[in-house]
């Protein structure tokens, strides 16, 4: 019939994203800027433009409940993505050893993360109730002076939080470095066995390098999951004991709707999204010169 | 083909008429968030009565009280408002009303005799400067503990009417091994039980000065420390389980005899209820120190400004039917809630809403909750410190003291 030329085709293209585009910028670009220009008005629960300069911001640095939330977020990521990466990179290397049953013991390893953040603290919140869940099994057990109480301690509650979430997450960073594994070449895997170099160090200093992309997605899906902290917390502690297991994303949902200082709330986003430049763009930068660099 | 495609145009017109005929009934949406099965009976004698009246009512339930409002608040404020929406009495309303997004109520509420069929504390708080803008459903008291009797009986102790008589009876059930107390672990109704204390301990006048006039200097004074010890008294006998538990798991300890005591508002009568319990033989209801009063609640419908002439029309009977005095009792009586409305028969009530009702209707022996005083705001605030002090290791009475102090002022 006729074919297309490449510069129609590419026309095309361009045309077909135009809606996209459109939806991009106004939407959530337009989205984000409209929120930092809420952020400096006296707004509360309707949205206003009466000009309040910093108020909100020096409202939201001498709030408890903010100061307690950044620094849940800043202990969640440090023992959140090590440690989540350290069991999934396990079990994928495991699995990738050819055990038997692979596709039984995968299934397994992923069935967490095909639960909602909702079940899962629900499910961990039983678990770990003081008076009805696993000390409770303990007791009945014969073990009569066993307790376990963190959930309900104000100093450890944080701790359950995070360990729900790595038993939700190890699953799926599981499957993305399996995918990474997979790709690496059989005849590096034989040179190392030539070689006789022990596992632990063939995995550390080449398998591993050798799958930075993987390693990489991983991390922004976990980081990912670390700024979005919000169901898992509902669900388990509702943010107690008092106000200790709090985080920003509840923060910012309470203040822009329950309690009607969509001000306020503007401005914890707007610190929120900060704190992510802040981290993304020298990781974004650095990633980019490598790439430069390898060309 | 052609005569397909004529089939299917024919059968689009006739869909479009039936369409066009559906949008001449008086739709009625209503966003709620009266989920459980109590409050589901007291929506389907509202609906009843709406239907009866020519509507057609168009259930919007979400689960959770602020959900169902800042639902409510994103449609009105896109410009696609249900008829109804129900709100908390109190401020919530106010820059609504502010905005310009409600309709007046004002015409209705003279031509209905509002101002004599209602209690004037609850309707007020729907007025500002004499215009009415949110009319009344349903009416709560707050301050109330809830005693299972047979360990009462076994402790050997009785209906508590003081806070010493409280302490006793939790020292025995302590001594006798079982879980003195088993409150909700959840912030809000932390505050609520705060709220008791304050009206118990320190007194009406005190109370008052806080909620009504957010009084800084009283929250400093003597009689409001009283009342911060006493509930911190009472925290420490709260079981292991608490912090983060919901009311109705709360109730569930004291129904099934695991615990003895627990706080909640007249709500809690509908979960004994269910439970199949009586109260007086397998319950007690109590205010303590009842004479300084009964903190009372509701909730309110709102009506936003209708976008035309059938919304209007679809208000107007909506708000027949929730002014009915006798939709209204059969509403409260399957709801669990106190008839708001005078001239309601009382006499279906249980012992418990029946007591709670003379309270309601008593100017001298009821007055408002925070809710209904404060913005959303403030009650926020002064809910962190609450529950910050509420937890073991949190703040201490005077760190608590000061932080609710400066609660007041926050906006």
């Known amino acids: 019939m006729f074919v297309r030329s490449p510069s129609s085709s590419r026309l095309q293209a361009a045309l077909t994203l135009v809606p996209v585009a459109f939806v991009v910028l106004s939407v959530y670009v337009g989205g984000v800027l409209w929120a930092v220009g809420i952020s400096f008005t006296r707004s509360s629960m309707l949205p206003n433009y009466r000009f309040a300069g910093f108020t909100q911001y020096i409202n939201l640095f001498s709030n408890a409940r903010w100061q307690v939330s950044l620094g849940n977020m800043a202990l969640f990521a440090v023992i959140f993505i090590p440690v989540t990466l350290l069991i999934g990179y396990s079990m994928a290397a495991m699995i990738n050893r050819g055990v038997r049953g692979e596709n039984a013991l995968r299934t397994i390893y992923l069935y967490p993360f095909a639960m909602s953040f909702i079940v899962t603290g629900l499910v961990w919140r039983w678990l770990l109730d003081p008076n009805f869940g696993i000390a409770d099994v303990a007791r009945k057990l014969s073990f009569e002076n066993a307790s376990f109480d963190w959930i309900v301690n104000a100093d450890m509650a944080i701790f359950t939080i995070i360990i729900a979430a790595i038993w939700h997450s190890s699953g799926l960073v599981m499957v993305v470095l399996l995918a990474g594994l997979r790709g690496v070449d ?20 080449i398998i591993m390098p050798s799958i ?13 999951t670390v700024v979005r902290m919000f169901d898992v917390v509902v669900a388990m502690t509702g943010g107690g004991p008092g106000i200790a297991t709090d985080v920003p994303a509840k923060f910012i949902i309470d203040h822009m709707f329950e309690r009607q200082q969509v001000g ?3 401005a914890a986003a707007t610190t929120l999204l900060l704190l992510v430049l802040v981290i993304a763009v020298p990781l974004l930068y650095l990633k980019n010169r490598r790439k430069g660099a390898a060309q | 083909m052609i005569s397909r495609l004529l089939l299917a145009a024919t059968t689009a017109t006739a869909l479009c008429f039936a369409a066009s005929a559906n949008a001449q009934e008086i739709k009625g949406e209503v966003i709620h968030q009266w989920t459980s099965a109590a409050e589901s009976a007291g929506v389907k004698v509202l609906a009843q009565k709406f239907t009866e009246l020519g509507g057609t ?32 009495t109190g401020a919530q309303f106010v820059e609504l009303q502010d905005n310009g997004l409600l309709r007046d109520l004002t015409e209705t509420a003279k031509a209905d005799n509002w101002q004599n069929k209602m209690p ?25 503990f809830w005693f299972n009797k047979s360990i009462l009986d076994k402790i050997g102790v009785a209906k508590p009417k003081t806070w010493d008589d409280v302490f006793v009876a939790l020292d025995k059930a302590k001594a006798a091994g079982i879980a003195p107390f088993a409150p909700s672990g959840e912030p809000r109704w932390q505050r609520l039980m705060f709220n008791a204390v304050v009206l118990g301990v ?21 009689k409001f420390k009283a009342a911060v010890k006493v509930f911190e008294k009472l925290r420490d006998f709260a079981d292991a389980g608490t912090p983060g538990r919901s009311w109705p798991d709360s109730t569930n300890l004291v129904i099934s005899g695991k615990a003895l005591m627990t706080q909640g508002g007249t709500w809690l009568n509908g979960a004994f209820a269910a439970a199949g319990k009586t109260a007086g033989t397998d319950y007690e ?46 509403f409260a009586v399957a709801n669990g809630t106190i008839p708001i409305l005078k001239g309601a028969d009382t006499s279906k009530l249980n ?19 925070d809710q209904m005083m404060f913005t959303p705001a403030i009650v926020g605030a002064v809910e962190d410190a609450i529950t910050r002090f509420a937890t073991k290791g949190g703040l201490t009475a005077e760190q608590f003291i000061e932080a609710y102090a400066k609660g007041l002022s926050a906006s």
Not at chain 1, 213 to 224: E, G, K, N, P, Q
Not at chain 2, 297 to 325: H, R, Y
């Open chain 1, 264 to 266: 306020l709330a503007s």
């Open chain 2, 202 to 222: 320190a007194g009406r006048d005190t109370y008052d000065a806080v909620i009504y006039k957010r009084d800084a200097s009283a929250v400093r004074g003597e």
């Open chain 1, 186 to 205: 059989e005849d590096l895997w034989k040179a190392i066995r030539i070689e006789g170099i022990p596992a632990w160090k063939a995995h550390l200093y």
């Open chain 2, 285 to 330: 209801c109590a205010l303590i120190n009842p004479d300084q009063g009964m903190v009372i609640s509701g909730d309110v419908f709102l009506f936003p400004e209708p976008k035309n002439a059938a919304m209007t029309k679809a208000q107007d009977l909506l708000l027949k039917a929730f002014a009915d005095v006798p939709t209204q009792t059969a």
């Open chain 2, 351 to 369: 012992p418990c809403i029946a007591e709670a009702s003379r309270f309601f209707n008593d100017p001298k022996l009821s007055t408002g909750s």
């Open chain 2, 120 to 144: 004037a504390a609850l309707l007020n708080s729907g007025v500002v400067d004499g215009e009415y803008w949110a009319l009344p459903i349903s009416g709560n008291g707050a301050n109330w």
């Open chain 2, 57 to 88: 009512w168009v259930d919007n339930a979400i689960s959770g009280g602020p959900n169902a409002r800042s639902t409510a608040v994103n449609r009105v404020v896109g410009g696609n408002p249900p008829a109804a929406m129900l709100f908390n």
């Open chain 1, 212 to 224: 930075g992309a993987s390693i990489a997605t991983a991390m922004v899906l976990m980081s990912l």
